[in-house]
């Protein structure tokens, strides 16, 4: 099964020098690396639902280079810095970007992301059409 990477305009950076894909496609999957939601001069917004909406802004980025789109996400994780506080926004943001029929997901809570200040990162796997 062969490989394809994913790499759009704004993840070449980080492949060049953390040496990861944004997503590879392999079959019919397309399994797509953790996105955060900083804003375009790389820092963390005041707001958890800024935060959260550039997060899936970054998603839907990684999907549209592979072809694809919200629409083709069959499961997603969610990395939470402060989960039980964040988790209602997170849900109202996502509402607006994901509808029915509802991926699989998986809502993890943990200390810290690699960008300090962040709350979430979010993880997707996307059927190939």
């Known amino acids: ?3 394809e990477t994913i790499v759009p305009e704004s993840g070449k950076s980080a492949y060049k020098h953390f040496h990861f894909s944004q997503a590879v496609k392999s079959g019919d999957l397309l399994v797509c690396s953790g996105q ?3 804003k375009a001069d790389h820092t963390v917004p005041e707001t958890p639902e800024e935060e959260f909406r550039n997060a899936w802004k970054a998603v839907g980025v990684v999907l549209t280079e592979a072809g694809l789109g919200f629409e083709d996400i069959i499961e997603y994780t969610s990395y939470h810095v402060g989960l039980s506080q964040h ?3 997170f849900m109202k943001v996502r509402d ?3 509808k029915e029929p509802w991926p699989a997901w998986t809502a993890i809570g943990i200390t810290e ?3 300090p200040g962040a709350r979430v990162e979010i993880r997707v796997i996307a059927r190939v059409r």
């Open 96 to 98: 607006e970007v994901l």
């Open 87 to 89: 988790i209602r926004a």
């Open 36 to 38: 955060i939601g900083t």
């Open 113 to 115: 992301l690699a960008v």
């Open 1 to 3: 099964m062969t490989i």
